[in-house]
């Protein structure tokens, strides 16, 4: 059984600072995984993709992956009011992100930022 | 920027009533996915499609469940005798092809069985 654990939170974060966000997955022949915000009532919107071990930067987002603590977090720096969401942790077995198998999601984490 | 539309946004069905729903994914994309979200709950894997066949499917698709691309541009997820339990945000996705990172996630279909 494939399981990705989340914190679901609420996580409340002051405005300008960092906001951490981890997720962690049970599947060890997971090979890509996923960021996706979700604002309430919407669909899943991508913001991150990681495939191999380390750091990845996007702007103010940075994704971090250790395979071997089968471990992933999201790092959003300079959080802003509109960061507020519920950010969905996402894996799958197939190799850079494509193919026929599905994701699996996480519950999320639902974060605030405060003004 | 092209986008994955689905209709309708909202359908209320009677209990025992089939249902489908509709998607037109991004026009180059060839892997088409389902997946649904109940209230409050998590993002669930239904199944995915390519090459006019289905690839891999979850334990929640069963008979109940089908998947067709009547056409070049629709792609539909039929529900077959609706329960109380279906209903659920259920949102269609499609991939560009191997190698490529992001599924698109179209806007979402709000099933409300009653």
């Known amino acids: 059984q494939k399981e990705v654990e989340q914190n679901s939170g609420p996580l409340s974060v002051p405005e300008g600072a960092i906001a951490s966000l981890n997720c962690t997955y049970s599947?060890?022949?997971?090979?890509?995984f996923f960021w996706y915000r979700q604002y309430s009532g919407k669909s899943p919107e991508l913001i991150m993709s990681?495939?191999?071990?380390g750091d990845k930067e996007d702007g103010r987002f940075t994704a971090q992956l250790n395979k071997a603590s089968q471990y992933v977090s999201l790092l959003i720096r300079d959080s802003q009011p509109s960061d507020s969401a519920t950010y969905l942790c996402?894996?799958?077995?197939?190799?850079?992100?494509?193919?026929?198998?599905?994701?699996?999601f996480g519950k999320g984490t639902h974060l605030i930022i405060q003004p | 920027e092209p986008e994955v539309t689905q209709t309708p946004s909202h359908q209320v069905t009677q209990m025992g009533q089939e249902v489908i729903l509709r998607c037109v994914p991004i026009s180059n994309h060839l892997y088409f996915y389902w997946y649904r979200q109940i209230l409050g709950q998590k993002v669930e894997f239904l199944v995915s499609f390519y090459n006019n066949e289905i690839s891999e499917k979850s334990e929640i698709f069963d008979d109940q469940f089908s998947v067709e691309r009547p056409d070049g541009s629709n792609f539909t997820l039929k529900i077959r005798s609706t329960k109380l339990e279906d209903s659920a945000m259920y949102f269609c996705a499609s991939l560009k092809a191997e190698g490529n990172t992001e599924a698109f996630f179209g806007q979402g279909t709000r099933l409300t069985v009653v």
């Open positions: 990681i495939y191999s071990n």
């Open positions: 599947d060890r022949g997971s090979q890509s």
């Open positions: 996402a894996v799958k077995r197939g190799l850079s992100g494509g193919g026929a198998d599905g994701l699996t």
